[in-house]
């Protein structure tokens, strides 16, 4: 069983950065594909991008690319979520989810852990 935990979620304005963490307990964390979800109030789940268990490779929505950046320091057993530029339509509470058999998938239902989400709130 892996738990992961978000952090980092707040009150930003439009053009302003966030920096998001997510921690994972277990000691599998650096075999395991991860990646972010955002929804929205009213909106299903959108899949905002995922890192490769050894952080070699990333793939970002479109939505996101070029202003979101996902890292992850596997001695820390803790993945990261730069956002940068952010809009007000980037509001959503963002999950950090976790895939242990490397599906490369866009949707919820191919990850298998998911931590209990923070708020993130970009004001205009």
């Known amino acids: 069983q892996v738990q992961l935990v978000e952090a980092g979620g707040g009150l930003v304005q439009a053009g302003g950065s966030l920096r998001l963490s997510c921690a994972a307990s277990?000691?599998?964390?650096?075999?395991?594909?991860m990646g972010w979800f955002r929804q929205a109030p009213g909106k299903e789940r959108e899949f905002v991008g995922y890192i490769s268990w050894n952080g070699g490779s990333t793939y970002t929505a479109d939505s996101v690319k070029g202003r979101f950046t996902i890292s992850r320091d596997n001695a820390k057993n803790t993945m990261y979520l730069q956002m940068n530029s952010l809009k007000p339509e980037d509001t959503a509470v963002y999950y950090c989810?976790?895939?242990?058999?490397?599906?490369?998938?866009?949707?919820?239902?191919?990850?298998?852990?998911w931590g209990q989400g923070t708020q993130v709130t970009v004001s205009s």
């Open positions: 277990g000691r599998t964390f650096s075999t395991y594909m």
């Open positions: 989810v976790a895939d242990v058999i490397h599906r490369h998938s866009t949707v919820p239902e191919g990850y298998d852990y």
